[in-house]
């Protein structure tokens, strides 16, 4: 596609524009099977040399129409959707680690990813490093000869950590290491880690490419096309977590309003920031886009947009954030983020229980740590909801 702007790829990129009957839209093909013509078509398919398609678990125009959009708004060659965003990590995982390699993983990541990295690959022979990324020194020291990916989350999930992508990226790239990012909570509007030299981005397409909490779905995107071919076929394929053309259409749906929403999140974020940083009860705010957060320069420097993520603690540790998080009116308690509802959570009871209850400061969190998805909301009526259910408790 030509070099158009974010909104106009989020709404054309990777068609051709024309839909069957003239429809705007492009149709929902919700079929699992496609029809041959003869045994020579079947010949021509199954060998490649026509991109027709076979199955859905392997191919299917509206994920095929998907996979288009979002290889663009990543600046990838190719994609390939999933039937959540944990079914794209582990599929990648699997296909770029073997038994004997080891994986380096920041020290916060999604509480399934953490589970993924330390639980379940070890079963298979692959070991697991955590490391401080933000750490380039303690990066560089963890490298082994049989460290084949480095995967991290920036801004990362719960604590909002941002790690240098070009910087790790830079040092993978002398060891000749994968670099992995989960682009979640940036989205493609605010990030873009394989213009920072990233070799794979994934997606919870859940969270801010859907938007509206009404479908489960992940992606994974990269420039080179070999490698998502065999993503495709080799893992998703045999795998099977393959995303339904009804969700892809959701999708598509989604991602026309990506930008605009991505903007009223990014403002309600800064002003839900600012009243938490001049909330007395607040003793700390981590939020990329406030100049005194430890990750702002490199996140003013890699990102469009600092999100609209933020965590923070209250005084008065678990009790209080338990009666915060029980008190709102407005505000939903709820796991998952990128909706148009705000949505606020205790990361160390819900999204992140796998990690080790008794040694969550080693990893940079605690069990007070609150985390909101601040929604689209009128930014007054979320500070209003916050503010009043502050008031209960003190
Ligand atoms: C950063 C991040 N990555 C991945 C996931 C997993 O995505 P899904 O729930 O779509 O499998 C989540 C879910 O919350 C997440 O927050």
Not at 6 to 24: M, Q, V, Y
Not at 134 to 149: A, F, G, K
Not at 213 to 233: H, R
Not at 248 to 277: C, D, F, P
Request: charged share 25%; proline share 4%.
């Amino acid at each position: 596609m030509k070099d158009y702007g974010f909104n106009t790829r989020a709404i054309h990129g990777g068609s051709d524009g024309k839909n069957p009957d003239n429809a705007l839209n492009p149709p929902i093909f919700q079929t699992s099977t496609f029809v041959f013509d003869d045994i020579d078509h079947v010949e021509r398919v199954m060998s490649f040399e026509s991109d027709d398609y076979v199955y859905t678990r392997g191919n299917n125009p509206t994920l095929r129409l998907f996979e288009n959009r979002m290889a663009e708004l990543e600046y990838g060659k190719g994609a390939v959707a999933f039937s959540s965003g944990m079914a794209a990590i582990s599929s990648v995982l699997f296909s770029l680690l073997k038994p004997g390699d080891n994986v380096i993983v920041h020290r916060t990541l999604y509480g399934s990813s953490y589970t993924l990295t330390t639980q379940l690959l070890p079963k298979y022979g692959v070991e697991y490093k955590v490391v401080d990324l933000t750490d380039l020194e303690e990066l560089n020291e963890s490298i082994d000869s049989n460290t084949r990916v480095i995967y991290f989350e920036s801004p990362s999930n719960p604590d909002l950590s941002i790690i240098d992508i070009r910087e790790v990226a830079r040092i993978a790239r002398e060891r000749n290491i994968k670099v992995v990012v989960d682009n979640t909570f940036a989205s493609p509007c605010f990030q873009n880690p394989l213009k920072l030299g990233a070799d794979v981005v994934v997606h919870s397409a859940t969270k801010y490419i859907c938007g509206h909490g009404d479908v489960v779905g992940g992606v994974a995107i990269a420039q080179d096309t070999d490698y998502i071919d065999s993503l495709k076929f080799e893992y998703m394929c045999e795998f099977g977590g393959v995303m339904s053309p009804f969700d892809a259409w959701l999708l598509l749906r989604g991602l026309k309003t990506l930008g605009i929403r991505m903007e009223q999140h990014e403002s309600n974020a800064m002003a839900v920031a600012e009243y938490l940083r001049g909330n007395p009860r607040v003793q700390k705010v981590n939020y990329p886009g406030i100049e005194d957060f430890k990750g702002y320069d490199i996140a003013k420097e890699q990102m469009d947009g600092f999100g609209a993520i933020i965590s923070f603690e209250v005084e008065g540790g678990l009790e209080s954030a338990t009666r915060l998080v029980e008190g709102l009116e407005l505000i939903k308690l709820a796991v998952s983020l990128g909706d148009c509802e705000t949505l606020i959570e205790v990361p160390a009871a819900m999204t992140h229980r796998g990690y080790p209850a008794d040694q969550l400061e080693r990893f940079g969190f605690s069990e007070s740590m609150v985390r909101i998805s601040v929604g689209i909301e009128d930014m007054d009526d979320i500070i209003a909801d916050l503010d009043q259910s502050f008031r209960r408790i003190y």
